[in-house]
């Protein structure tokens, strides 16, 4: 069984393609989004924060923006 391996703040800046204090930011004090703050959870090892892909993936569907309804389809 293979064990996944938890993301540094780098390489979580790396597949969103963003700045790390921004993902830091995102842990600490949340993404604003439409529907409110979002935290993206993480763990404290040491003085650095680890992210599980888990947690990543349910991250980016929380702060996707909600679909509207287009009219010119019904």
Same mark, same amino acid.
């Not at 597949?15 to 004090?29: E, G, M, Y």
């Not at 949340?30 to 404290?44: D, F, I, Q, S, W």
């Given at each position: 069984?293979?064990?996944?391996?938890?993301?540094?703040?780098?390489?979580?800046?790396?597949? %969103?393609?963003?700045?790390?204090?921004?993902?830091?930011?995102?842990?600490?004090?949340?993404?604003?989004? /439409?529907?409110?703050?979002?935290? %993206? /959870?993480?763990?404290?090892?040491?003085?650095?924060?680890?992210?599980?892909?888990?947690?990543?993936?349910?991250? /980016?569907?929380?702060?996707?923006?909600?679909?509207?309804?287009?009219?010119?389809?019904?």
């Amino acid at each position: 069984m293979s064990e996944e391996k938890y993301l540094t703040i780098e390489e979580v800046a790396q597949k %969103l393609r963003r700045n790390p204090r921004t993902i830091r930011d995102w842990v600490v004090k949340g993404c604003p989004t /439409e529907r409110g703050r979002v935290h %993206l /959870e993480a763990t404290k090892a040491g003085k650095s924060w680890l992210v599980h892909p888990d947690w990543l993936a349910l991250f /980016e569907h929380r702060i996707r923006p909600v679909p509207r309804a287009d009219p010119d389809l019904d």
